[in-house]
């Protein structure tokens, strides 16, 4: 069976956000990118199915700008065999929307056929927690979101899900979309060898024409503002106080 | 213009919190028809009934509609979308689970956790774990959302609105239900509760988690954790609250042996008054607390438990 991760170039977890002054979006130029923490999980597990005879290989695709080669190259590192780079856009700030996304996944699905799909349940910077389940759509595939243990059993996947209620076990059909959350496994750093070694592996560089998918957005971001920031509090000496000023305004 | 909003069934009763939430922000959009689908579902769709606000139910039962299995919900819910320019739900796991499959196949984008209506083309929504709110314009012919349920209040109810009963779509047999494991618990819900009272690393274990519960039990409260308790098994993972977990916004929120990172942030910061309980004066979750106090949890807790009520 062969795996494909879709994995998202995100600013790095870390970094605190700025949004610029004139509204038109958060800064992006100069701060540290990463590869979204879900899809590092989804990495980590496409590589335990490896390991476990279950996957012969592992492909990793990223779509958007040019330097999401090294967040490809990081899942190289880690242990995916080869990867796709659709190259969708040439500006930092344009971010391509999960149905584009998913249409341009899906031509590479088309191509690549692969048995499984291992997907990140939200990307950190958009928020969205869309595109596994559109690319579910569009292949008319079966989805399992939110995974938190996958077990691939011949024609079938057994997933539970981490839902609103608790835990969910679902029973889908191969081949599958899954994404995952995270609680699924702990990712693994790259060796400095495997490093090394991901420089050598191929890397496919694609548009999205490839695919004859247009990736104009459907929503026009009119602007981008900073949440309303909550006023300074005050810190209490002791319970009596704390107690005494939740009484005084009604919140006990 | 007609809106379709997807009420939150779960085992056949109407998650009424979550649903009328998300209907304060369907009645800006239009008259509102309400969709109540599950294995069994004309309960809900007679509890849906009574808010306020709904022009007319519709009601879907059908063994496969059971658990809110994301093909066939959304085999039915595209099979009606041609009658609506607006297509909710509240923004809880099954919708997220659902909705953007309903976006793709009527090709239009989702709009994730929308927490402003603007006009029937324009929303709000926030992103990077709410550190920045995005206000976007939708071109697409049919909008399809999720609505983040603690930015709206509930509407009422006292309404009696006509219910029709409807067939559900074919299934496409592509995934079955095998299990739920749900933690009873007399609490109540965490993202409708009042008063939260939230658990960190700190707390150290799963044992030491009780004294974050007596508190919240002598306050009437839901527990809530971060994630760091949850991955280190202090506490479920269906009380993590944060970007990745529940978002909620109570009158009153605990924050105990909780640093505070983004990440927690995201999902609590919406709350009215914010306590802080941690031993380092310099954690950041003092900058958004309204009251916060430097000591042990372990000797603070227990002499707050002790002392309110
Ligand atoms: C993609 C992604 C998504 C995430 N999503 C979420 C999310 O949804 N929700 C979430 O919470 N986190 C989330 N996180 C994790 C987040 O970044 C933090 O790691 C996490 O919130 C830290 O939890 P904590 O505050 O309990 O632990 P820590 O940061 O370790 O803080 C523990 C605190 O306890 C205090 N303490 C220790 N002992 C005592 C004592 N005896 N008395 C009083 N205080 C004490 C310490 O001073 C410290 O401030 C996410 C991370 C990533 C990468
Ligand atoms: N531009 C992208 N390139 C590769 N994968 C992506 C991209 N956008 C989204 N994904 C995948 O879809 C998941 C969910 O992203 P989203 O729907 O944007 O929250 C991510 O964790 C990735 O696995």
Redesign the interface.
């Known amino acids: 069976m062969k795996v494909l991760v879709p994995v998202k170039r995100v ?1 790095d ?1 870390n970094v ?2 700025r ?1 610029k002054a004139d509204g038109s979006g ?1 800064d992006l130029a100069n701060v540290k990118m990463s590869m979204n923490p879900f899809d590092e999980i989804a990495v980590e597990e496409a590589i335990r199915l490896k390991e476990k005879g279950a996957a012969e290989e592992i492909v990793a695709v990223s779509i958007g700008v040019k330097q999401a080669q090294e967040t490809l190259r990081t899942a190289l590192a880690m242990g995916a065999d080869r990867a796709i780079l659709v190259v969708a856009t040439d500006d930092v700030h344009q971010d391509i ?3 584009a996304v ?1 249409k341009i996944l899906k031509g590479v699905i088309d191509e690549e056929q692969p048995g499984l799909v291992l997907a990140g ?2 990307a ?8 596994g ?6 292949l ?7 995974a ?1 243990e996958v077990n691939v059993e011949g024609d079938h996947a ?1 997933v539970t ?13 191969m081949p599958t979309i899954v994404t995952v ?3 699924l496994n702990e990712p693994r750093y790259a060796s400095l060898p495997n490093i090394m070694k991901a420089k050598k592996k191929p890397l496919d560089e694609k548009t999205p024409a490839d695919y004859g998918v247009d990736v104009a ?11 309303e920031a ?1 006023k ?5 000496p ?3 106080t ?2 005494a ?2 009484k005084e ?1 009604g ?2 | 213009m007609a809106v379709l909003l997807i009420g939150e069934v779960t085992n056949g009763e109407l998650n009424v919190d979550a649903t009328s939430k998300a209907l304060t922000a369907a009645t800006q959009l239009g008259e509102v028809t309400l969709l109540c689908a599950g294995a069994s579902a004309a309960a809900a769709g007679e509890t849906a009934a009574t808010l306020a606000g709904v022009a007319k139910v519709l009601v879907a039962e059908d063994p496969s509609l059971g658990h809110r299995l994301a093909e066939p919900t959304a085999a039915l819910v595209v099979g009606l979308a041609g009658d609506y320019k607006h297509i909710l739900a509240p923004s809880t796991t099954d919708a997220k689970n659902v909705m953007p499959r309903i976006a793709a196949l009527l090709d239009v984008m989702i709009l994730s956790d929308v927490t402003a209506v603007v006009d029937a083309d324009t929303f709000e929504r926030p992103i990077y774990a709410g550190n920045a709110i995005q206000t976007v314009k939708s071109s697409d012919a049919t909008k399809v959302m999720t609505i983040r349920t603690s930015t709206f209040d509930a509407a009422g109810d006292g309404n009696s609105a006509p219910i029709e009963t409807i067939a559900a779509a074919e299934n496409p047999g592509l995934s079955e239900w095998v299990e739920d494991k749900v933690a009873e618990s007399d609490r109540p819900e965490l993202t409708s509760a009042g008063v939260v009272v939230s658990g960190g690393r700190g707390v150290g274990s799963e044992e030491d988690f009780k004294i974050i519960e007596g508190l919240a039990d002598k306050l009437g409260a839901a527990v809530g954790a971060s994630r760091a308790a949850v991955d280190s098994g202090y506490a479920p993972n269906d009380w993590q609250v944060g970007q990745t977990g529940k978002v909620v916004a109570p009158d009153l929120y605990i924050a105990v042996g909780i640093s505070g990172a983004i990440q927690h942030l995201a999902g609590m910061k919406d709350s009215k008054v914010i306590v802080a309980i941690n031993k380092d004066e310099e954690a950041p979750i003092f900058q958004v607390a309204d009251y916060g106090l430097v000591g042990d949890l372990f000797t603070v807790v227990p002499e707050l438990t002790e002392k309110l009520g």
């Open positions: 600013i977890y605190k956000v949004v958060v929307e999960p149905l998913a349940k939200q950190i910077d958009n928020d969205m927690n869309a595109t389940q559109m690319l579910s759509a569009l008319g595939w079966s989805q399992a979101t939110f938190s057994v899900r981490e839902v609103d209620g608790g835990l969910q076990t679902i029973k889908v059909k959350d995270l609680r957005p459907r929503l026009e971001i009119v602007k981008t503002s900073e949440p909550r300074a509090g005050e810190m209490v002791d319970v009596d704390l107690v000023k939740l305004v919140a006990v």
